[in-house]
């Protein structure tokens, strides 16, 4: 379904919802919210979003009531972002990647998802933590966002995990990738791949699995999870994500703004309660898959390689200039880059002290193939919401409308 703005402007208008803003929940007429799933009702991604949502149902007292519209029935992905901020749904995951001159500061903020954790729970949980504590504290990012008609609840939250190099051959050292072709998703990961000496080719990932086949790319860089899902396994045999390429950090989960506005203050208490437990159980939903994704691809023969120490100098080298250049480059909306950068680099440092000391999340890991390997267990999740809620939402939630 190809919707112009103006149809997705027209056709929001008819959907758009009717009740009016009450003082309390006791007062609110009930609302059925519109609910826009990139994925189908089974899959690991929905089912926290399905959580979330009931749990609002019942402690809304059914006043809420939540219409699932499954596997972009209703909105493509490249159009979720403009689709949620003119009504056309109600409530969604959002990808403003896709409009990067309207939201220039997310934009900006997912070139800045650079990895530095050899553990990789550890390094997944401090990654999406600390970067939705980040943006939460980030009020350009939140007012672009504004602007478009979306209440962010959770204004970034980024589960992927590094991005690594899954090649058919071993790549431990930048000797081994010379001369290798290798799929990329876009300008950040041509960069990557540019740095490490690889021949970058641009391919829609249903075309990668034909592409691996066929010899037409040695390499594919993305995440584990997506790796898996596609069966990429099948032909790449060496996965090395400990050289801890920029992860993907451009999600974004909220409201229609006019739909926000119109609940009360006791059910927006609620929601934002509410979203402290969907973030932990987000969170875990997405270890628990790349769990699954690590131990699969080993019993397919897949080896987790770990990069050389001059592979890992040429990498660290390039995120520096990385780091230099957002802050040269920044747009106009970032008051003080500089700083922005500096608070991104505290924050993984905070997080990641909570996690490993306090929560569990440490261990002496240095890829999915060496937790698989020793036994590793991902820890209990149960504590995280409370950390969640006092550290990140409460202070959040007192700055929104």
Excluded at 8 to 18: I, R
Excluded at 281 to 298: F, G, T, V, Y
Aim: include cysteine.
């Amino acid at each position: 379904m190809k919707i112009t703005m103006t149809g997705v402007a027209l056709t929001a208008a008819l959907f758009a919802p009717l009740a009016v803003s009450a003082e309390t929940l006791a007062d609110m007429k009930p609302m059925t919210l519109r609910v826009a799933s990139l994925y189908g009702p089974d899959n690991w991604f929905t089912a926290p979003m399905e959580a979330y949502t009931a749990r609002l149902e019942k402690r809304s007292g059914g006043k809420l009531k939540f219409e699932y519209y499954y596997a972009g029935s209703l909105v493509p992905a490249q159009e979720l972002t403009s689709g949620l901020g003119a009504g056309l749904f109600d409530f969604g995951f959002v990808l403003p990647a896709y409009e990067p001159a309207k939201f220039s500061v997310d934009e900006w903020q997912g070139s800045l998802a650079i990895p530095s954790e050899q553990n990789p729970i550890l390094e997944v949980a401090t990654a999406a933590l600390a970067g939705y504590e980040w943006n939460a504290g980030l009020t350009a990012h939140t007012q672009q966002l504004l602007d478009a008609g979306i209440m962010p609840v959770m204004p970034s939250f980024s589960i992927t995990g590094p991005y690594g190099l899954l090649c058919k051959e071993d790549n431990s050292s930048l000797s081994e990738l010379a001369g290798k072709r290798s799929r990329v998703a876009g300008e950040t990961w041509t960069k990557e791949a540019q740095n490490l000496g690889l021949t970058p080719v641009a391919l829609p990932i249903t075309e990668v699995y034909q592409a691996f086949q066929s010899g037409v790319i040695d390499c594919w860089m993305g995440g584990l999870a997506d790796a898996g899902a596609n069966g990429f396994f099948d032909h790449g045999k060496y996965f090395n994500l400990g050289m801890g390429l920029t992860a993907y950090a451009q999600a974004v989960y909220g409201f229609n703004l006019e739909t926000w506005n119109a609940f009360p203050q006791d059910l927006k208490e609620i929601i934002w309660d509410e979203t402290a437990q969907y973030a932990s159980e987000l969170l875990e939903a997405a270890l628990r898959q790349q769990l699954r994704a690590a131990k699969s691809s080993i019993e397919s023969g897949v080896v987790y390689t770990t990069p050389d120490a001059g592979m890992r100098q040429k990498v660290d080298a390039h995120h520096d200039a990385v780091r230099a250049d957002a802050v040269a480059t920044s747009p106009a909306e970032v008051a003080d880059p500089g700083r922005e950068v500096a608070r991104l680099t505290e924050l993984r440092a905070k997080w990641r002290a909570l996690l490993s000391d306090n929560l569990g999340f440490g261990g002496d890991y240095t890829s999915w193939g060496d937790f698989v390997a020793k036994g590793g267990e991902l820890p209990d999740f149960a504590p995280l919401k409370a950390q969640i809620l006092a550290e990140i939402v409460t202070p959040y939630s007192a700055t929104q409308p």
